[in-house]
């Protein structure tokens, strides 16, 4: 059985023992965590998407992800300056414990 959520503007495909990482989460490591927002659930019997798709996907976080500075990178050479910015989304690690 899989399920295809929404969570952080992105969809994911998911089963039962999956770990994804996803947009950056409120908790900690060890907490569960539901997404709410399915679109389409799979299975034996067949695929049910949109309204039919009613179910919740129940995970745990596994690992949080920490905010990163942002990088700026500095490069002078003989000829011109050059400075690059940097950026780095923090992400959690969510694994999947239930699809009802």
Do not use: C, S, W
């Amino acid at each position: 059985m899989y399920a295809v959520i929404k969570t952080g503007g992105k969809q994911y495909k998911v089963a039962v023992g999956d770990e994804i990482f996803v947009e950056k989460l409120a908790g900690e490591a060890g907490e569960a965590v539901t997404f709410d927002e399915v679109l389409a659930v799979g299975g034996d019997d067949g695929i049910k998407a949109g309204a039919d798709a009613k179910a919740k996907v129940t995970g745990e976080i596994v690992k949080q992800g920490k905010n990163k500075k942002i990088v700026v990178l500095k490069y002078k050479a003989k000829k011109g300056y050059r400075r690059k910015n940097g950026h780095r989304q923090p992400y959690t690690r969510v694994r999947i414990t239930g699809i009802a």
